[in-house]
Each structure stands twice: as C-alpha cells, then as structure tokens.
C-alpha cells in the first residue's frame, strides 16, 4: 500500500526529501526544498501607515512566517528593504531604513541569527507603485521586503 505524500511546509518538495523545512508558502525552491537565492519573497506586503515604522499585528504575523523558515534554515540569509512612498522629503530615507530595522529587530526577538538577516532603507528607490494616485498605492510603497541573498 503505497503512503500518503506529505508536503508539511507547501513548497512542492514532499517531506522525504525536503533538506530546507518550513519554507514559506509562494518561495521558488530548488529540487531539495532550498529557496532559490536573488528571488524577492512574495508574501502578503508588509506595510505602513504614513511616517511611522511600527509594525503593525498583521506584519508581525507575516514576519512570524518567516522567523519560523530562517531558525529551519540557518545557512538561509536575507535582506530586508525598507521602502518609502514617493511623497515627502530626504527623510523617506531615514525612516525606510527605520522599517527595515524594525522588521529585523522582531527577527532577531524571534530567535533568527544575526548573520541571517542585513537591513537596508532605499527610501523612494524602488517603489512599487511608480505613478502614486491614491493612499492605496502609498500605501503599497510604504513597505519593507524580503531579497534572499544566499542559502
């Protein structure tokens, strides 16, 4: 009788054979369940509100997600990018790099190593949202992300 496949983390690689575990779900993995390093993770966004980088109990859930994968996989190192919408002035860049701090010093609460994880604030660089016309798309760009560096 043959068994049931398991996938407990979701990213294709059945349990068996999955070196790198708690993948977070959407990640682009190799043949051994290893995210594929230079991707950006895409999770739910990360985001918000204008002028402040506390993070919000619906970011620290989602950055519970990743926690869980980086302490499965401490060889796994990211990097973190605050963002900024394109309103405002030269301090969008101090304070995207505020965020980006934020979200690593929840990691680092959460029991992820230092070495796993670098944050960088690019202010208005990379917005998501290049021509903003509404709060929505503000609020799009006011937001930190996750670029897999190596594995």
Do not use: H, M
């Not at 029991?111 to 021509?131: C, F, H, L, M, R």
């Not at 016309?133 to 760009?141: A, G, I, V, W």
Request: glycine residues 8%.
């Amino acid at each position: 009788v043959p068994r049931p496949s398991s996938d407990s983390d979701g990213d294709t690689v059945e349990d068996a054979q999955d070196t790198c575990p708690a993948t977070p779900k959407g990640v682009r993995v190799d043949a051994a369940g290893c995210v594929l390093p230079g991707q950006l993770l895409d999770l739910r966004p990360i985001t918000f509100d204008a002028n402040v980088a506390k993070l919000s109990p619906n970011a620290q859930s989602i950055l519970d997600v990743i926690a869980r994968g980086l302490t499965a996989q401490p060889s796994l190192t990211v990097e973190i990018a605050g963002n900024s919408a394109l309103t405002g002035t030269a301090e969008n860049l101090e304070l995207s790099q505020a965020r980006a701090d934020a979200g690593r010093a929840y990691l680092l609460e959460k029991g992820v190593s230092a070495g796993q994880i670098t944050a960088v604030g690019y202010g208005k660089k990379k917005p998501k949202v290049k021509a903003e016309k509404s709060e929505d798309d503000r609020t799009l760009n006011r937001r930190v992300e996750f670029k897999v560096l190596s594995r």
